[in-house]
Nanobody
Framework: QVQVAESGGGSVQAGGSLRLSCVAS????????MSWFRQAPGKEREGVASIVGSFINYDNSTTSGRFTIARGNSKNTVYLLMDRLKPEDTATYYC?????????????????WGRGTQVTVSS
């Protein structure tokens, strides 16, 4: 069974930065496809960014060039670098892995997902 674990969330002031990490295990898991989603209280879950092989997608309306998704040295590790954070970025951030087909921004397009890490941005 593949497990996905996020870390790196926390509380920051507006304009600050955070780096979220995601590790899928075991290391032999299919991690060609990994993505980040987020869900704010009272709102629907939304795709933030994905990396599929060497292809990267962003929800530009969400990230506006402030977020960067990148793989670590190990292919089963992916990061979400978030700069110039805004209060509206406050949400639980989830990592997903293992594409099962479908749009990258659809939660159902993935086999595995983590429990999330909380990001709180204060004004």
């Amino acid at each position: 069974q593949v497990q996905v674990a996020e870390s790196g969330g926390g509380s920051v002031q507006a304009g600050g930065s955070l780096r979220l990490s995601c590790v899928a295990s075991p290391s032999t898991a299919n991690t060609d496809c990994m993505s980040w989603f987020r869900q704010a209280p009272g709102k629907e879950r939304e795709g933030v960014a994905s990396i599929v092989g060497s292809f990267i997608n962003y929800d530009n309306s969400t990230t506006s060039g402030r977020f960067t998704i990148a793989r670590g040295n190990s292919k089963n590790t992916v990061y979400l670098l978030m700069d110039r954070l805004k209060p509206e970025d406050t949400a639980t951030y989830y990592c997903t892995a293992g594409c099962r087909g479908g749009p990258w921004s659809s939660w159902s397009s993935y086999f595995y997902w983590g429990r999330g890490t909380q990001v709180t941005v204060s004004s």
